[in-house]
């Protein structure tokens, strides 16, 4: 069995080795070590991230020239009240990189489900009907690939204005592609399988047949690949923002902080650094949640 394709629906009998199947994912995405670590730190920024208001220290638009440019608490100058210290006008470092957790987690997960809506649905169609369906989506498909999807988002968003719902919307639909090639491939291996050909002799309707067994036996390959591309989308987010084209200035961002911060870089290393850092620690671990989830799901791996 390939990876991504789990087992024909489930009945009665079936259940039992489903959850034999289940427990086994479970086991070895425990027995992994970088699973477990990249799971712990996404649980702290994504919990950092929902309860923002109750645990930043401070308002994060909050401005006082008068501590501007305080370094972290643990090098000279440093205060307690300000752990990571704070900007050119005084605003807190930590708590802008905790308001900024939001934005980036929200435009990576909201990107990822509009870009997984389009392109599955677009890769069952693709991969069940054929014929000059099947033509049309996958041309538009190599098309779109075709286009740098970072210059693709630019100039949308250039086009459109800064806003939370632009950058959204654009990299989700921007992103579809890869959901609609791998659905398609998946279902036309499936399509000719014996549980399918079962569900075609019992009269089962097109639309029941793909809803009810072929979409299914795509999910593994779908979870994994939107662990993934959350990570890309937040990487596509801040590099937006870092160009000044991303949810504007209403909402602090990691992107927009390290540009803000680029330019007293001699000065104060911090404003750059942390942000940055933040953006390396959560793609890091989703990527590693993805990687190991990926290979958990694969059967042909003890």
């Given amino acids: 069995m390939a990876i991504g394709t789990l087992a024909p629906p489930m009945n009665a009998a079936a259940g039992p080795a489903f959850a034999e199947e289940r427990s086994r994912v479970w086991r070895k995405l425990l027995r992994n070590p970088a699973a477990i670590a990249g799971a712990l730190v996404l649980l702290v920024i994504v919990g950092a991230a929902v309860f923002a208001p109750y645990v930043a220290p401070h308002e994060p638009t909050r401005q006082s020239l008068i501590r501007r440019f305080t370094p972290p608490v643990w090098t000279a100058g440093g205060k307690p009240g300000y752990v990571l210290g704070t900007d050119q006008v005084g605003r807190d470092i930590l708590s802008r990189m905790i308001h900024g957790a939001r934005v980036s987690l929200l435009v990576g997960v909201a990107a990822v489900a509009v870009s997984l809506v389009v392109g599955v649905t677009l890769g069952l169609l693709s991969g069940f009907l054929r014929g000059r369906v099947d033509t049309v989506i996958m041309t538009v498909v190599d098309v779109t690939l075709s286009f740098p999807q970072l210059l693709l988002a630019l100039a949308f968003v250039a086009a459109l204005g800064p806003s939370l719902l632009t950058i959204i919307m654009v990299l989700g639909l921007t992103g579809w592609e890869r959901y609609t090639r791998v659905v398609r491939a998946e279902v036309l291996a499936l399509r000719e399988k014996d549980f399918v050909e079962a569900a075609r002799a019992i009269g089962a309707s097109p639309a029941r047949t793909l809803l009810r067994h072929l979409l299914p ?32 200035s209403a909402y602090p961002t990691w992107g927009q902080m390290i540009s803000l911060g680029r330019d007293f870089v001699t000065v104060a290393w911090w404003l750059p650094t942390f942000p940055g850092l933040a953006i390396l620690l959560t793609v890091l671990s989703i990527n590693l949640v993805g990687d190991r989830l990926r290979d958990a799901l694969d059967p042909r791996t003890s």
């Fill in 217 to 248: 036996n795509t999910f593994s390959s779908i979870i994994v690949m939107s662990t993934l591309q959350v990570a890309q989308a937040i990487l596509q987010e801040a590099a937006l923002s870092f160009l000044g084209v991303g949810t504007g």
